[in-house]
């Protein structure tokens, strides 16, 4: 009988989120998405002086908050299986950024082929208006509340919810879902804006791979700070 050297296989990704905290981020989802998005703003009707990144800072809070109580543990368990498999978590957060290197290189190829080279993010555009009204906020915001808020909802829940029944499917609905969630407010008046949510397809695909890779959802929202931060530099 002949023999063969076995080959290793990719570690199988664990979902380590529990059902409680999969149901209190499901139920967080369409507020977050929807409800607060909607609501918030009216409080500048309310409230006199109520600048937009205040604003902003408030919607990001809550979330922020949320996730910490609620989801505390799942991202206690995150940490722990990075410290334990800490080199598999930095290679997943380095071949991320090769991934969405590529992938941006690719899609700035096919917008070229479109004639699509001006398609730009109206949500980089309200981030960088705003900068005048509180740029420290904008960088609390951005850099350390949204990536984890984020990331646990949408690696997290839609990613790791759905990779139980088909790995295709949490790739493709968890991808989409982050893009068009960037973009949809703005294409309540003005459609065209959802095409935008191309833009978003290379960082969130990385994202993915990072959780996939590394079976910890730090990686994905260290990488996703590190994203935020340097598209704040290039901003300013």
């Known amino acids: 009988m ?17 059902p409680g905290e999969r149901l209190a981020e499901l139920i967080y989802l369409p507020i977050h998405l929807f409800a607060l998005p ?11 002086n109520l600048d937009s990144v205040t604003l902003n800072l408030i919607y990001y809070i809550i979330g922020f908050a949320y996730t910490l109580i609620l989801c505390w543990r799942f991202l206690h368990a995150g940490f722990s ?3 334990d498999r800490i080199g598999s978590f930095l290679i997943a957060i380095a071949s991320a950024y090769l991934l969405e290197t590529a992938l941006s290189l690719m899609l700035s190829y096919a917008l070229i082929l479109f004639d699509a080279v001006d398609l730009s993010s109206p949500n980089n555009t309200a981030i960088e208006a705003m900068a005048p009204e509180g740029l420290n906020k904008l960088i609390a915001m951005t850099v350390f509340m949204a990536p984890i808020v984020e990331e646990v909802l949408f690696r997290g829940l839609v990613f790791g919810g759905l990779h139980r029944r ?3 499917l949490a790739w493709i609905v968890s991808a989409l879902v982050f893009s068009l969630y960037h973009v949809w407010q703005y294409a309540i008046y003005d459609p065209a804006a959802l095409l935008s949510a191309v833009l978003y397809l290379p960082a969130s695909l990385a994202f993915n791979w990072c959780y996939e890779r590394s079976g910890s959802i730090w ?9 935020n931060a340097i598209g704040m530099s290039m901003m300013y």
């Open 219 to 227: 990686a994905p929202i260290l990488y996703h700070m590190l994203a």
């Open 2 to 18: 002949e023999n063969r050297p076995v080959i290793p296989n990719r570690p199988q990704f664990i979902d380590l989120m529990r």
């Open 166 to 168: 088909s790995r295709l």
């Open 38 to 48: 909607l609501l918030l703003p009216k409080l500048a009707l309310i409230i006199p």
């Open 81 to 83: 299986a990075a410290i």
